[in-house]
């Protein structure tokens, strides 16, 4: 397939989002908000008015996603990179919200919301059918098997990761130490001594950490949403080039769009999902994971360089790949730092049939890993016209990026993509627009400028890490190359700096950085937009630079302020239903437009948004 897509040229710039959404249940008179485990019946209804060609005009497609509670929509038809198309994005996503919302229930919200604060606590979904020794698929002592989507592909990847890991998967986050938060802190919800599923009882047996939130179940992970943006490259090359360029920037957008500082009730001392996510489909058993030794005899056992795997297979990427960059070609074992566990018959295959060694080592990496799910039905391939095989593993390698080869087929007309996976869904159309058309606009500075943000991929690794910390954006630093243009010494080895999102979104003179806004906004200059078009734009990039300089707050930072400062909270880092459910209400209002300008409400995360409309 390969060899008959790598000369594919001249496909244009088509792009789209993924936006995952949850959909809550709210009681006004018991002051209750839920997840609705009703994806099935509004998707089922939603397909009907497809078929009735009620969505014919709208540009709008609904997808299931791992939660029962959760929808994901898409547009139908991507986007093109036309200025003027880039003003559809925000219409588009609020048209799915309304279309998605009038296929609902009265009482029923489809919220954006990255992480559900109270998913796992108490009676946090309806139907709720309580935990105990019921849940075959997880064996969660948190989270009813039921909020998991029925399709068997779902239930099964569960059961086949915590299988395959040998124990079930264990996710600690730090608590947020508040006022009155015990110290240490014991989750009383923990059931540290009993036997609820014998056979794995490994609260008990150190799985849960004190001083942490414990996760037991796929669900805290998946059930997580986000947004996610796929792009078109003209051909391989550039799209191995946008690839590479944009995996440094991965860390930068997890931190500047946090959105998720609440799991199972508590509130967290971090504001990003990634880590959670990674460790809710960790499968890796305990040899691979390092903590066991690996037996003398285990090269029998795998076809893997390595019988120890560093990362989950959620999680940031592992090695550039473009073959046309001067720079990464000069100094390739600088970039590429990290030892890369390959799996050595695939990778042999690879160069055999005609791969150059940075792209076989790609494809080999995501074979490190087991399939987990295979349909029986769909076992027999013909590998040559169907990549069904190829993508059952892709499709699971849930990396920042993933390279996208086109789909098989003569009549496809689909190009070589990449996707940009690290940003967290934010709570209106208007942020989630801006983030979208924001990469998109760093997507076309980086080709027209030829630009390179090559780092090490351990410094990489170092951002991520930093980006999941609280308020990382007005907190931290994040390894950054500020010699980003061609003329700065393209070959050479870069020079790197430890700046604040702030700096590297809006610029910094004494690293001698221009800054991604700044170097948009020079790039939308010399196009020759029309002003008004210019102006809509602004918006947007208002939105990521205020947002970077710690003018607006983070959804993360809100959220969390939101909890902090409410009536019934004990300052013991616990968020109640009541606390729950006013935040659902307010995010309800702020999602609708209202309150954009109420400083008690939104300012901090959005104000100003009223003024640029
Ligand atoms: N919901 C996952 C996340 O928050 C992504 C699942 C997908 O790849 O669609 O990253
Ligand atoms: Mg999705």
């Known amino acids: 397939m390969y060899n008959s897509t790598k000369d594919k040229k001249g496909d244009r710039l088509l792009w789209g989002d993924e936006v995952e959404c949850m959909v809550v249940e ?10 609705s485990l009703r994806q099935a019946q509004i998707l089922e209804d939603l397909e009907k008015a497809e078929r009735a060609g009620e ?17 994901e929509s898409t547009p139908s038809k991507p986007f093109s990179g036309e200025f003027e198309d880039l003003l559809q994005v925000e219409p588009n996503m609020a048209l799915r919200r309304r279309i998605a919302r009038r296929h609902m229930n009265e009482n029923e919200i489809p919220l954006t919301l990255t ?10 979904c309806d139907p709720y059918t309580g935990t105990g020794t019921n849940n075959p698929a997880s064996r969660s002592f948190f989270l009813p098997d039921e909020i998991i989507n029925p399709h068997a592909r779902f239930p099964t990847l569960t059961a086949n990761i915590r299988w395959r890991r040998g124990e079930k998967v264990a996710i600690n986050v730090p608590i947020y130490k508040d006022e009155r938060t015990p110290d240490p802190f014991v989750d009383p919800t923990v059931p540290w001594n009993r036997d609820i599923f014998p056979e794995d009882a490994n609260a008990r047996e150190g799985a849960a950490l004190r001083d942490h939130v414990y996760m037991d179940s796929m669900g805290f992970g998946m059930g997580c949403c986000c947004l996610q943006l796929t792009f078109q490259a003209t051909d391989i090359d550039e799209a191995r080039n946008l690839y590479d360029q944009l995996a440094p920037l991965t860390p930068i957008f997890l931190a500047l769009t946090a959105a998720s500082p609440a799991y199972r009730g508590y509130l967290s001392d971090q504001d990003a999902r990634w880590n959670v996510i990674a460790g809710s489909v960790d ?17 029998t056992h795998t076809h893997n360089s390595s019988p120890v795997i560093p990362k989950s297979r959620y999680d940031s990427i592992d090695c550039y790949i473009s073959d046309t960059n001067a720079c990464l070609a000069a100094s390739p074992a600088h970039y590429n730092d990290q030892t890369l566990v390959v799996n050595n018959k695939v990778k042999d295959r690879l160069l055999e049939a005609g791969f150059d060694d940075l792209l076989a080592t790609h494809f080999a990496h995501l074979f490190i890993r087991d399939p987990i799910v295979v349909f029986q039905e769909l076992l027999e391939q013909d590998d040559a016209v169907d990549s069904d095989h190829f993508e059952n593993i892709q499709s699971t390698n849930w990396q920042t990026m993933r390279f996208k080869p086109p789909p098989p087929g003569e009549e496809s007309r689909i190009g070589w993509r990449v996707e940009f ?3 967290e869904i934010q709570l209106t159309d208007f942020e989630n627009a801006a983030f979208s058309i924001f990469i998109v606009l760093v997507t ?6 030829n630009l390179n943000f090559y780092i090490p991929i351990s410094r990489v690794d170092e951002n991520m890490r930093q980006a999941h910390s609280r308020d990382a954006v007005n907190q931290s630093r994040f390894w950054f190359r500020t010699n980003i243009f061609p003329d700065d010494g393209k070959t050479a080895v870069g020079t790197y700096k430890q700046l604040t999102v702030n700096e590297i979104i809006n610029g910094c003179s004494s690293a001698g950085f221009i800054g991604l806004v700044p170097l948009v906004r020079k790039y939308l200059h010399s196009m020759n937009v029309d002003l008004e078009t210019l102006c809509q734009l602004d918006r947007y990039l208002q939105l990521v630079s205020k947002r970077a300089s710690g003018e607006l707050c983070t959804t993360a930072t809100w959220i969390r302020n939101f909890v902090r400062a409410h009536s019934d909270y004990e300052r013991d880092s616990r968020i109640t239903q009541s606390i729950n459910y006013d935040l659902i209400q307010t995010v309800n209002k702020i999602t609708k437009g209202h309150g954009w300008d109420d400083p008690e409400v939104a300012a901090s995360l959005l104000r100003g948004c ?4």
């Open 610 to 613: 009223k003024d640029f409309a």
């Open 421 to 423: 996976r690290p940003m």
């Open 115 to 124: 992480s559900y604060p109270m998913l796992g606590a108490g009676e946090f």
């Open 283 to 299: 499968d890796r058993t305990r040899t691979e994971r390092g903590v066991d030794p690996a037996p003398p005899d285990w090269a």
């Open 444 to 449: 076309r500075v980086i080709l027209s400028y």
């Open 26 to 35: 709210v009681d006004e008179d018991a002051r209750t908000a839920k997840l």
């Open 55 to 71: 969505l014919r005009d709208d540009n709008v497609s609904f997808h299931p996603e791992y939660g029962r509670y959760m929808l």
